[in-house]
Nanobody
Framework: QVQLVESGGGLAQAGDSLSVSCAASGLTFSRTVMGWFRQAPGKERQFVTAINWSGGDNTFYADSVKGRFAISRDNAKNTVYLQMNSLKPEDTAVYYC???????????????WGQGIQVTVSS
């Protein structure tokens, strides 16, 4: 059984930094594309970022977070991280860890989801 468990997040002010982590189990983590989506109140869940199984520069970002967010992974710990810098109020959302990500019909999708964790940015 695949489990993705997020931690971190919380409340921040505009311009601050926050990080979230996702511990994965039940899958071959080192061969799985991992990433993050987010869902703001009243909006659809949207792609944020993805990282290929090899990590490093094999990353993808939504235009809205490019240059501010950074995804990384530690395959030895089965964990993926999201560092969020220069936060804006519009970054407020529930952030979902995603596993088994791939592009389907020109959109990012995922096979597995975490339960989500709240990130709130005040102005």
């Amino acid at each position: 059984q695949v489990q993705l468990v997020e931690s971190g997040g919380g409340l921040a002010q505009a311009g601050d930094s926050l990080s979230v982590s996702c511990a994965a189990s039940g899958l071959t983590f080192s061969r799985t594309v991992m990433g993050w989506f987010r869902q703001a109140p009243g909006k659809e869940r949207q792609f944020v970022t993805a990282i290929n199984w090899s990590g490093g520069d094999n990353t993808f970002y939504a235009d809205s977070v490019k240059g501010r967010f950074a995804i990384s992974r530690d395959n030895a710990k089965n964990t993926v991280y999201l560092q969020m810098n220069s936060l804006k109020p519009e970054d407020t959302a529930v952030y979902y860890c995603a596993g088994g990500m791939r592009i389907r019909n020109m959109k990012w999708g995922a096979d597995y989801w975490g339960q989500g964790i709240q990130v709130t940015v005040s102005s």
